[in-house]
T-cell receptor, first 112, second 110 residues
């Protein structure tokens, strides 16, 4: 049982490049979330999903897109990266009926 | 929208000293959660409080939810080096989204 995994762990992008971050969970959780964490700050919700095939905007969705084609995977896309998107990205999941979120190890993204 | 503020932002303590972090809201919260994030790690859920005046303990950690449900605190008795990290409070809104406070970074000198 790997829990929540994230790929890649680190990435450096140039401004304007695109990339996709992958989050996978093997706990059969319905809910999945993408957060970003900037230095010295708490986590801010980017997008979330309440089940396969559904997505919704969080607090800071601009510049990001997401997809949840399979229940176990939640993808976060950056179509045209900007330096303001330099951050650590965390994925989380939780089962229906529980309030506890389980976080992945994070992806450290730098946009130059 | 609703927000929570955490104080202090940083705290240095000598090992064995107590530590407290506070989480404050200007509006009534239906719940409060606490997470711990070790340096370089990911947030790990510690607890959720939902009742007015609720107090819960986990070994050396004591969590409180205020009577007015506008504030919460996490108190660590006799800190250890393993307590190092950032402690976040967060609340779950009606849409089941979590909003996090800015965190309190705890540093423990051995």
């Amino acid at each position: 049982n790997a829990g929540v995994t994230q790929t890649p762990k680190f990435r450096v992008l140039k401004t304007g490049q695109s990339m996709t971050l992958l989050c996978a969970q093997d706990m059969n959780h319905e809910y999945m979330y993408w957060y970003r964490q900037d230095p010295g700050m708490g986590l801010r919700l980017i997008h979330y999903s309440v089940g396969e095939g559904t997505t919704a905007k969080g607090e800071v969705p601009d510049g990001y897109n997401v997809s949840r084609l399979k229940k176990q995977n939640f993808l976060l896309g950056l179509e045209s990266a900007a330096p303001s998107q330099t951050s650590v990205y965390f994925c989380a999941s939780r089962p229906t009926g529980s309030y506890e979120q389980y976080f992945g190890p994070g992806t450290r993204l730098t946009v130059t | 929208g609703q927000q929570v503020m955490q104080i202090p932002q940083y705290q240095h303590v000598q090992e064995g000293e107590d530590f407290t972090t506070y989480c404050n809201s200007s509006t009534t919260l239906s719940n409060i959660q606490w997470y711990k994030q070790r340096p370089g790690g990911h947030p790990v859920f510690l607890i959720q409080l939902v009742k007015s005046g609720e107090v819960k303990k986990q070994k050396r950690l004591t969590f409180q939810f205020g009577e007015a449900k506008k504030n919460s605190s996490l108190h660590i008795t006799a800190t250890q080096t393993t307590d190092v990290g950032t402690y976040f409070c967060a609340f779950r809104n009606a849409g089941n989204m979590l909003t996090f406070g800015g965190g309190t970074r705890l540093m423990v000198k051995p």
